[in-house]
């Protein structure tokens, strides 16, 4: 599976940004699909997962409540809408696959495509 990233960019503090991950291939509507983030000098983080069919999503504690993940099977993209934006949301994010399906299990994805950079200021 290829994925790109894209919709990042420069931010005020407050802002929103909507990400965007574009799958290859036929059967990304049986994956569940993530976004994570990793910003200088830190590990990469899990912040947003969601299921197959969109059924169930999963948000780290970090951004619960500002950022939502979706998508779209006939588009084979997903999304993470990202609002009420922080100095320290800055980082690149990427957008991955799990092939269980559930989307939950940060360490069950893989197939890490180009990230898109985000950043807030202050």
């Known amino acids: 599976v290829q994925l790109q990233a894209s919709g990042g960019g420069l931010v005020q503090a407050g802002g929103s940004l909507r990400l965007s991950c574009a799958a290859s291939?036929?059967?990304?509507?049986?994956?569940?699909m993530g976004w994570f983030r990793q910003a200088p000098g830190k590990e990469r983080e899990f912040i947003a997962g969601?299921?197959?069919?969109?059924?169930?999503?999963y948000y780290a504690d970090s951004v619960k409540g500002r950022f939502t993940i979706s998508r779209d099977n006939a588009k084979n993209t997903v999304y993470l809408q990202m609002n009420s934006l922080k100095p320290e949301d800055t980082a690149v994010y990427y957008c991955a696959v799990d092939r269980t399906g559930y989307g939950n299990n940060r360490y069950l994805f893989h197939d890490w495509g180009q990230g898109t950079l985000v950043t807030v200021s202050s």
């Open positions: 969601i299921n197959w069919n969109g059924g169930s999503t």
């Open positions: 291939g036929r059967t990304f509507n049986t994956y569940g």
